[in-house]
């Protein structure tokens, strides 16, 4: 009997804040790379699940209440005594020629420190996912979330969505390759590649494809389209593929995350 597929995420909720460049909030929800791949996962149907932690405040409750809208299970999200994490988003004036939006761990109201990444995050897999073929999807490197996976003894693909270089910069290679040696499907980006590359001593995508023997490495690129590499019937194989630029692109910035959809 084929096992029914489930996508679940770990880690704490995010809450994006949007801004206009005169700083005003025109808009506030549930943000986060790792979680964003679970609403798209969800919009097209798919059996997601949310398991982490949220502060005990209202940005706590906006974010939760996003994934809950979007039929992501929240079962599993403990409320900490913190303040829950923040990305600001100030969104540019483009009339005067700025094109650059800006990601702040920083509020700009306030210029108080926004992220506060908890270790006391669930770190045992729901009883009732144990039978299901899992795909855990992780942005972040921290102990807590090796913890999680390490345990995980059901059938599961561990998927890494490397996004910035802040989430892995201060990592050893000997700890980051834990992580890289059990994932399966790995999309990093072109912003990433220098340092993530000189970690591991590798000259390029393909060397760090072989390196760790992925089911699936993509690299994205922007406006520049991205990379593909695979193995197929015991080869390996790599798809370049450049876009053909139909309209005005805004923010390119997020687009990466919808390769897990398609990844399997």
Known sequence: ???????????????????????????QDGGG?????????????????????????EEGN?????????NINTDYIITENKSTNIMNIIIPNRKLGDNSILHSWYSPITNKY?????????????????????????DKFLPVNLKFIQGIKSDCKICLDVGHIRFFE????????????????????????????????VKD??????????????LTKGKKGAKFIFKEAGNITVIDKSPEIIVKIVDSSGARRCFFLYSN
Not at 33 to 57: F, P, R, T, V
Not at 114 to 135: A, G, I, R, W
Request: aromatic letters at 12%.
């Open 33 to 57: 790379c790792n979680w964003n791949d679970l609403y798209n996962l969800a919009a097209m149907g798919e059996a997601c699940y949310a398991i982490g932690s949220k502060g005990n405040d």
């Open 170 to 201: 201060h990592f050893t290679r000997q700890y980051l390759s834990l992580f890289f040696k059990m994932a399966n499907l790995v999309q990093i980006n072109d912003n990433v590649t220098d340092l993530l590359f000189e970690r591991f001593q």
């Open 62 to 70: 906006i974010a939760l209440q996003s994934l809950a809208n979007a």
């Open 205 to 218: 995508e393909l060397e760090f494809f072989k390196l760790f023997d992925f089911d699936l490495l993509v």
């Open 1 to 27: 009997m084929e096992k029914e597929k489930v996508f679940i995420s770990h880690g704490d909720l995010i809450l994006d804040k949007i801004y206009d460049d005169d700083l005003n909030l025109l808009k």
């Open 114 to 138: 926004t992220m506060n990444f908890s270790e006391s995050l669930p770190t045992e897999l729901p009883k009732e996912l144990e039978s299901k073929e899992l795909y855990v999807i992780l």
